[in-house]
């Protein structure tokens, strides 16, 4: 039996991180993702959901992260920050092409009357 | 400012939760971003949410990120480990054994291990259920007593004071003169001040006058605690004096309930004692420094009047930076020689001390007694380990084929020692757990039934982090010691011996030293447990047993001081006398009088000096109870008088002096002869009393404290119009509820003087139950510390000798195949229980003998040596244990010899 190359896609919430990971630029880390996402879609995620989806994503190599500077509101806790590695921008991508060849045809169902 | 209590600052989440979520999160990537950023969230909805629903939202992200971490890095990591080793040995060949997998793997074999044998594992949990939740009450309240002062760096803070080494006294209070000295002269201290105490009545405004515990202070002491007042200043030097206007400063609570919080209350005018004040401040929330106080007022120091004289204060001060408190004792003391000599005759002798002002607060035995109580409850822990060890221990003989096993195909010594282990601390994290939610339950009961004794504002019960460490201290040190024993035993059998022995799971191992000397402490330590127990209960049935004799759950009664300043001697007699009538007149009221002090509360002992009964030295003046009352107390007290008459209402401040004595003292002063008609003087020198002609006799009343030796000692009664007093108890009796009548008596003292508040309104009974309770709720929880030693330590002598018995079936069967009786097989096994039982009960009385002595003052009117006690514990346990011998025993003679034979 030969061996099927099988392509993953990003789940639903990587692909939320992923993109607010890129909005944010060089501002990306744990809190301001966690505020971005609930500002853009209204989804409130608990911060231990994020960092185990950040790990994933790590492991996975489609993101970089570092320890940085930090505030006197997070008690001289570093920051994490996290950037999208060349691997991570292809997947999120690779995503965008998927959901959009799907959609095209459908804009008539879900434009406004 | 600095947040001056540790928990709840503003900003920060709760610490707990926090180290929890740093304790989950291994990856420090992880931990610090994740922290930080809950930290930042927390901070952002911490500025409009209250602070608990933030710290509930906090404790949400913790668990939820605990869980995810603990799912994600260790279960989870597993189950795609296994599932690339299914699909082929090659995939893991590079991963070998890492450390994380083989915890993993010892605790999902534990968790089987204990899964497969659920008795065991009730039995185990149970004990350790116990041991854990058992100590942690006791930590809880020794915890929550002996907390330092909940101000910054409080283990600075001294109690300072004066000490006469020639007559053996410390802890004396100090003189003004001597505290402005002090106070100019030491370098030890960042800063030094003094404070008395006082009830006031707090009236003004328009609420119902009210009876408050005062501090008067000398100015900066709040700088000298590190608390300032969250609104207004504190005192400062102009305020000792007399020139400025008076002034007060409030607690929040007073603040809260007295001005509704409003900030403008500063400036506002509060009436003390008659006096009205300015308030200039109020203090934080939580804060009624020195005991348990709600208004401070300036102290005023009176130097001018002879050194010496005047009222003394009490002192405390903070140690300055590097200065240790040996160091500002002997500072002091050169302070006090300097002024000793200065002022010759004044001070001469008198030494001066400091020790932290917690201790001083709380008495140095309380912290002994305390401790010695938590170490008694500690065994309970330790005969629980010791069962879970005898437990583990009868395992791992049965196992002990299976640890060769592992052995000879290559297990390290310390892999099998490890996997012992997990199983012990499994078993003693669940016992923790659920021990911590025994605790929590201990100390709300605990809390209820001692809310009204504790008068220390800084004592607080709880389970905080201090005790959660506690229990996790409890579960480590507890797994080791209940996993170590039969971790080592079994994994140092020989190999060999082990394999060639012919029965199959288990071994012909016997349950060694080891496992007999557990079973010895065990019944030692709980003898110790019992007889501390049985010391305290024995106290509780004598303080049950005392029958006062009078109808003190009929009567209701509040005390009712007058302030000095406006009320003179003659003002006094008559706002009480016309109390007495209107309190006559309320419908329902069977009896009323008024009374010094409440009966079996105790008084002030007053020297006397007796008519034809002959004293030596001066000193020497016998103490006698003293109490003033009105002429209808002995018919509120169900009482008459034995001989000659009572008090009436002709016995005026005008007419002779007249006294009443009780039994005791006519026995213990006149013997056979009758006292009427004798003459007595109270008091001695500046202070005594006019000559007294004693006009009766009256029973024993109880003129003592119930917790004194003799409660019911000699004692005298003044009548209030020859001896008037400024607080008064009144005491109204009825026959149906007497406290329907309170409202009745509040109206009859409103309208003499509406500024007047009754305090401590209580029925008689339970006023004087209160004077004991902490008898009462100890004892409770020792009867209940020690029947669960007594029940570990049953069922872990009948645990261990009934697997040494079954262990031995074979040698029973020969033995009665050879012609042994059944008679003799139970001798045989008796005997070895016996041994144990008599070694441990030794050990256990001394230990318990070692134990009480430091915590008699808990005992009840009971000698720490109480010879009925200790014998009384001894038979319970020799019965018991001799019960846990004889029904393993008996199973002994019922082996079919054949069958034996053929037993592996």
Same mark, same amino acid.
């Given at each position: 039996m030969g061996?099927i190359k ?18 944010l ?7 301001a993702?966690?505020r971005?996402i609930?500002?853009r879609t209204?989804? =409130?995620?608990?911060g231990?959901a994020?960092?185990i ?5 790590e492991?996975?190599?489609?993101v970089r992260?570092?320890l940085?500077g =930090?505030s006197?509101?997070r008690g001289g ?8 590695t060349a691997?991570?921008?292809e997947?999120v991508s ?7 060849s799907l959609?095209?045809g ?8 | 400012m600095?947040?001056w209590?540790r ?5 920060d989440?709760p ?5 929890l979520l740093?304790a989950f ?6 931990r610090?971003g994740?922290?930080g950023? &809950?930290?930042?969230h927390?901070?952002a +909805?911490?500025?409009? +949410?209250?602070?608990w629903a933030c710290?509930l939202?906090?404790w ?5 990120a605990?869980?995810? *971490?603990?799912w ?6 597993f ?5 690339l ?13 890492s450390?994380?997998?083989?915890? *993993?793997q010892?605790?999902?074999y534990?968790?089987?291990m204990l899964r497969?044998s659920?008795?065991m594992a009730?039995i ?8 854990t939740?058992l ?7 020794v915890n929550?007593?002996? +907390? ?5 760096q409080?283990? +600075?803070?001294?109690y300072l ?7 053996g006294r410390?802890?004396?209070?100090v ?5 402005v000295d002090?106070r100019a002269q030491q370098?030890?201290f960042?800063?030094?001040a003094?404070?008395s105490?006082e009830?006031?009545t707090?009236s003004?405004s328009?609420a119902?006058?009210?009876?408050r515990n005062?501090?008067?202070l000398t ?10 007042p969250?609104?207004?200043r504190?005192f400062?030097l102009?305020?000792?004096g007399t020139a400025?206007?008076?002034s007060?400063?409030i ?5 809260v309930?007295r ?7 500063l400036g506002?005018t509060l009436v003390v004692d008659?006096?009205?004040r300015?308030v ?5 929330e939580g ?5 348990n106080e709600? $208004?401070?007022l300036?102290?005023r120091?009176?130097t ?6 005047g009222?003394? %204060?009490?002192?405390?001060g903070?140690l ?9 004792r002997?500072e002091?003391n050169?302070?006090?020689?300097? $002024?000793?000599?200065e002022?010759p005759g @004044?001070?001469e002798?008198?030494?001066a001390?400091?020790?932290?002002y917690t ?8 912290a ?5 109580m $938590?170490?008694?409850v500690t065994?309970?822990?330790?005969? #629980? ?8 221990l009868?395992r791992?003989?049965?196992r ?10 290559g297990?390290a010594r310390?892999?099998?020692v490890?996997?012992f282990?997990v ?5 003693t994290?669940?016992g923790g %757990? ?6 929590y339950?201990g100390?709300e009961?605990?809390?209820?039934e001692?809310?009204s004794?504790i008068?220390?504002f800084?004592i607080?019960?709880?389970i905080d982090v201090a005790?959660?460490?506690f229990?996790?201290?409890?579960i480590?040190?507890?797994s080791?010691l209940?996993g170590i024993l039969p971790a080592v035993q079994?994994?140092?059998t020989? @190999? ?9 799971g288990a071994?012909?191992m016997r349950?060694?030293r080891?496992?007999k000397a557990?079973v010895?402490g ?7 447990l019992?007889?501390v127990?049985?010391?305290?209960i024995?106290g509780?049935l ?5 029958d006062?004799g009078?109808p ?6 509040g005390?009712v001081e %007058?302030?000095?300043q406006t009320?003179?001697?003659a ?7 016309e109390?007495?009538a209107r309190?006559e007149?309320i ?6 009088a008024?009374?010094s002090?409440?009966p079996?509360?105790?008084?002030f ?6 008519e034809?009964y002959a004293?030596?030295?001066e000193?020497s003046l016998?103490r006698?109870g003293g109490?003033?009352v009105t002429?209808?107390?002995?018919d509120?007290?169900d ?5 000659g008459?009572g008090?009436t209402?002709?016995?005026r401040?005008?007419s002779?002096q007249?006294?009443l004595v009780?039994?005791s003292f006519a026995?213990r002063?006149?013997?056979q ?5 004798r ?5 001695q020198?500046s202070w005594?009393?006019p000559?007294r002609?004693?006009i ?7 003129m003592?404290?119930?917790e004194e ?10 009548p209030?119009?020859q001896?008037?007093h400024?607080s008064?108890?009144v005491m ?5 509820d007497?406290l329907s ?6 109206d009859?003292?409103?309208?003499l003087d509406?500024?007047?508040a009754?305090m ?7 006023l004087?139950a209160?004077?004991t309770v902490?008898f009462?709720?100890f004892?409770r929880?020792?009867l209940f510390?020690g %029947?669960t030693?007594?029940?570990l330590?049953?069922v872990?002598?009948y ?7 079954s262990q ?6 020969v033995?009665?195949a050879?012609g ?6 139970v001798?045989l096994v008796l005997a070895?229980?016996?041994r144990?039982?008599?070694?441990g &009960?030794g050990?256990?009385l001394?230990? #318990? ?8 003052d808990?005992?009840f ?9 200790f014998?009384?514990? #001894?038979?319970?346990l020799?019965a018991?244990g001799?019960?846990?011998s004889?029904?393993?025993a008996?199973r ?11 037993y592996?």
């Amino acid at each position: 039996m030969g061996t099927i190359k099988k392509k993953t896609f990003l789940g639903d919430f990587e692909l939320m991180v992923l993109l607010a990971i890129l909005r944010l630029g060089k501002e990306a880390y744990g809190a301001a993702i966690l505020r971005e996402i609930d500002l853009r879609t209204g989804r =409130s995620v608990p911060g231990g959901a994020l960092y185990i989806t950040l790990d994933r994503l790590e492991a996975k190599g489609y993101v970089r992260s570092r320890l940085g500077g =930090s505030s006197p509101d997070r008690g001289g806790r570093p920051r994490r920050f996290v950037r999208v590695t060349a691997k991570g921008f292809e997947a999120v991508s690779e995503s965008r092409e998927a959901l959009l060849s799907l959609m095209g045809g459908l804009e008539t169902l879900f434009s406004k009357p | 400012m600095k947040d001056w209590r540790r928990l709840g600052g503003r900003g920060d989440p709760p610490p707990l939760a926090e180290a929890l979520l740093e304790a989950f999160i291994g990856d420090p990537k992880a931990r610090h971003g994740l922290a930080g950023d &809950l930290r930042e969230h927390y901070a952002a +909805r911490r500025r409009v +949410r209250p602070g608990w629903a933030c710290a509930l939202w906090y404790w949400r992200q913790v668990a939820y990120a605990s869980g995810r *971490y603990v799912w994600e890095h260790r279960v989870a990591r597993f189950r795609r480990w296994r599932r690339l080793r299914a699909s082929g040995p090659a995939l893991n060949a590079d991963r070998g054994d890492s450390l994380m997998r083989t915890i *993993y793997q010892d605790f999902r074999y534990a968790l089987r291990m204990l899964r497969k044998s659920p008795g065991m594992a009730a039995i185990a949990m149970l004990a350790l259920t116990l041991g854990t939740g058992l100590p942690t009450i006791m930590f809880s309240i020794v915890n929550g007593v002996l +907390r330092d002062l909940p101000f910054d760096q409080a283990e +600075r803070i001294l109690y300072l004071h004066r000490t006469d080494p020639l007559r053996g006294r410390s802890a004396l209070p100090v003189s003004q003169h001597d505290f402005v000295d002090w106070r100019a002269q030491q370098m030890s201290f960042e800063g030094i001040a003094g404070f008395s105490t006082e009830d006031v009545t707090v009236s003004g405004s328009d609420a119902r006058p009210l009876r408050r515990n005062a501090a008067f202070l000398t100015a900066g002491a709040f700088s000298v605690l590190r608390v300032q007042p969250i609104l207004g200043r504190e005192f400062a030097l102009e305020d000792e004096g007399t020139a400025v206007t008076p002034s007060v400063i409030i607690s929040h609570a007073m603040w809260v309930n007295r001005f509704a919080g409003d900030s403008s209350v500063l400036g506002r005018t509060l009436v003390v004692d008659g006096e009205p004040r300015t308030v200039i401040g109020v203090m934080p929330e939580g804060f009624h420094f020195p005991l348990n106080e709600d $208004l401070w007022l300036p102290l005023r120091l009176i130097t001018d009047g002879e050194r010496g004289e005047g009222p003394s %204060l009490e002192m405390f001060g903070r140690l300055n930076d590097g200065i240790s408190m040996p160091q500002a004792r002997a500072e002091l003391n050169t302070i006090a020689d300097r $002024l000793a000599r200065e002022y010759p005759g @004044v001070s001469e002798g008198l030494g001066a001390g400091a020790m932290p002002y917690t201790e001083h607060a709380m008495g140095p035995q309380v912290a002994r007694g305390l401790y010695t109580m $938590l170490a008694a409850v500690t065994f309970v822990l330790l005969i #629980a380990c010791a069962n879970v060890a005898n437990l583990l221990l009868a395992r791992a003989v049965m196992r002990s084929k299976e640890v060769a096993m592992r052995t000879a195909l290559g297990a390290a010594r310390g892999r099998v020692v490890f996997q012992f282990l997990v199983e012990a601390f499994v078993l003693t994290a669940f016992g923790g %757990l659920l021990g911590l939610a025994v605790a929590y339950l201990g100390v709300e009961l605990f809390n209820r039934e001692m809310v009204s004794v504790i008068g220390l504002f800084w004592i607080d019960i709880k389970i905080d982090v201090a005790v959660v460490l506690f229990v996790v201290g409890t579960i480590l040190a507890g797994s080791l010691l209940a996993g170590i024993l039969p971790a080592v035993q079994a994994s140092g059998t020989k @190999v060999n011996e082990v394999l060639k022995d012919e029965s199959r799971g288990a071994s012909g191992m016997r349950l060694g030293r080891f496992s007999k000397a557990l079973v010895v402490g065990e019944i030692a330590l709980s003898c110790a447990l019992l007889v501390v127990s049985g010391l305290m209960i024995k106290g509780v049935l004598t303080l049950r047993a005392i029958d006062l004799g009078m109808p003190v759950e009929e009567i209701v009664t509040g005390e009712v001081e %007058l302030p000095r300043q406006t009320y003179g001697p003659a003002e006094r007699l008559r706002l009480f006398e016309e109390l007495e009538a209107r309190m006559e007149a309320i419908p329902g009221a069977t009896g009323v009088a008024l009374m010094s002090d409440l009966p079996a509360t105790g008084g002030f002992a007053w020297p006397v000096r007796i008519e034809a009964y002959a004293v030596g030295a001066e000193e020497s003046l016998p103490r006698v109870g003293g109490m003033t009352v009105t002429p209808n107390f002995l018919d509120v007290l169900d009482a008459r008088a034995i001989e000659g008459r009572g008090f009436t209402a002709q016995d005026r401040a005008g007419s002779e002096q007249v006294v009443l004595v009780n039994e005791s003292f006519a026995r213990r002063f006149f013997a056979q002869q009758s006292p009427v008609g004798r003459t007595i003087q109270l008091g001695q020198d500046s202070w005594a009393q006019p000559l007294r002609t004693i006009i009766g006799v009256v029973p024993d009343l109880y003129m003592g404290s119930l917790e004194e030796e003799n409660a019911n000692g000699p004692g005298v009664y003044f009548p209030l119009a020859q001896n008037t007093h400024v607080s008064m108890q009144v005491m109204v009796r009825s026959g149906g509820d007497p406290l329907s009548l309170v409202s009745q008596i509040r109206d009859a003292l409103e309208a003499l003087d509406p500024s007047l508040a009754l305090m401590d309104v209580d029925r008689v009974d339970r006023l004087i139950a209160r004077e004991t309770v902490i008898f009462e709720v100890f004892g409770r929880l020792f009867l209940f510390f020690g %029947l669960t030693a007594l029940f570990l330590a049953s069922v872990g002598l009948y645990g261990v000798m009934a697997f040494s018995v079954s262990q031995r079936t074979r040698e029973w069967g020969v033995r009665m195949a050879l012609g042994a009786k059944g008679g003799d097989v139970v001798r045989l096994v008796l005997a070895q229980g016996v041994r144990q039982l008599a070694v441990g &009960l030794g050990l256990g009385l001394v230990i #318990a003998g070692a134990l009480s002595v430091p915590m008699s003052d808990i005992f009840f009117q009971v000698e720490p040596w109480d010879r009925t006690i200790f014998a009384i514990i #001894a038979l319970l346990l020799a019965a018991t244990g001799i019960v846990a011998s004889l029904v393993p025993a008996r199973r002994a003679t019922r082996v079919d010899p054949m069958e034996a034979l053929r037993y592996e």
